[in-house]
């Protein structure tokens, strides 16, 4: 039963747009959003996260948006340059059970020069 | 201040055996999580240890298990390989009581189960 849902694969954008990569959560109990960043051949690196007494989070080029009545943020990043492209996951973590992330399946973002 | 590695980063065995994987974590960081990634999904978590226990697990059969040690390095172990268990296993550190669960994830052993 996948809890955090990324559905869309894959993005592509032009060097200097904005990227904006969505996501959906299950869980009405998760109260901690999380971004990482995959590139290939490495493990995943935190990019920006959120708490659900939030509803924005800005950290340079990298906005995060949670709108908690959708069960639903997203990550905007302005503007996108070639080194952005990676595969991003949406991850997720519980109040009481905050030992564990659950992730989505992620979006590959390709950006074009 | 060094990161998390994972030895080894590749490796094929056959159904019916058995895999250790291997960890060690970021310096400062005193809590380790393992996590399966198959292909095209997102990673599913497995385990976590802290204080050489296992802290909380994910929807895995017994036949995962983990060890901590006094150093915060750890193991995960696999027996009775099946083809489903071939995948990216990734091995995460942070320090309880951070505030906040965000990892520091290791580059990944990558297991092929034939």
């Known amino acids: 039963d996948q809890q955090v849902k990324q559905n869309s694969p894959s993005l592509s954008v032009q060097e200097g747009r904005i990227s904006i990569l969505n996501c959906d959560y299950t869980?009405?109990?998760?109260?901690?959003f999380l971004w990482y960043k995959k590139y290939p051949a490495e493990g995943p690196t935190f990019l920006i996260s959120?708490?659900?007494?939030?509803d924005k989070n800005e950290d340079g080029r990298f906005t995060v948006f949670l709108n908690k009545s959708a069960k639903h943020l997203s990550l905007h990043i302005v503007p996108s340059q070639p080194g952005d492209s990676a595969v991003y996951f949406c991850?997720?973590?519980?109040?009481?059970?905050?030992?564990?992330?659950?992730f989505g399946a992620g979006t590959t973002v390709t950006v074009r020069a | 201040e060094t990161g998390v590695t994972q030895s080894p980063t590749h490796l094929i065995k056959t159904r019916g055996q058995q895999v250790t994987l291997r960890c060690s974590s970021q310096?400062?960081?005193?809590?380790v999580s393992w996590y399966q990634q198959a292909l095209g999904q997102g990673p599913q978590f497995i385990f976590q240890?802290?204080?050489?226990?296992?802290?909380g697990r994910g929807n895995f059969p017994p036949r995962f298990s983990g060890l901590q040690f006094p150093n915060y390095s750890s193991e995960l172990n696999v027996n009775a390989l099946e083809l489903d268990d071939s995948a990216l296993y990734l091995c995460?550190?942070?320090?309880?009581?951070?505030?906040?669960?965000?990892?520091?994830f290791g580059a990944g052993s990558r297991l092929t189960v034939l």
């Open positions: 959120i708490s659900s007494i939030k």
């Open positions: 991850a997720a973590s519980a109040v009481h059970s905050d030992y564990k992330l659950s």
């Open positions: 310096s400062g960081h005193n809590t």
């Open positions: 869980n009405s109990m998760f109260d901690y």
């Open positions: 240890y802290y204080r050489e226990e296992e802290n």
């Open positions: 995460a550190s942070s320090r309880a009581g951070s505030g906040a669960n965000v990892l520091t």
